[in-house]
């Protein structure tokens, strides 16, 4: 927050089916590299839901955003 950084960073995660994620890599950066390798490491650690295809659980990448924002007290 002290330093004034915030942005979007969009990931693509590779999801096992049993909902854990094995790969991340940034997609398109916030623009501060802390801030993308804090959203790569949150999002290995994170549970998803499985894609499915034709009913069944299968391993698959998605794209998934994650926005830091700062918000100040009034």
């Known amino acids: ?3 004034g950084e915030q942005g979007k960073v969009v990931l693509r ?3 096992e ?6 790969r991340a890599e940034v997609g398109t950066s916030s623009g501060y590299e802390r ?4 959203a790569v490491q949150t999002a290995l650690r994170w549970r998803y839901v499985p ?3 034709a ?8 794209n ?7 918000r100040y007290a009034q």
């Open 55 to 62: 009913g069944v659980p299968e391993a698959m990448w998605a």
């Open 35 to 38: 801030l993308d390798q804090t």
């Open 64 to 70: 998934v955003p994650i926005v830091f924002e700062l």
């Open 17 to 22: 089916v049993d909902g854990t994620a094995s």
């Open 1 to 3: 927050m002290r330093l």
């Open 13 to 15: 995660v590779f999801i």
């Open 51 to 53: 894609g499915k295809r």
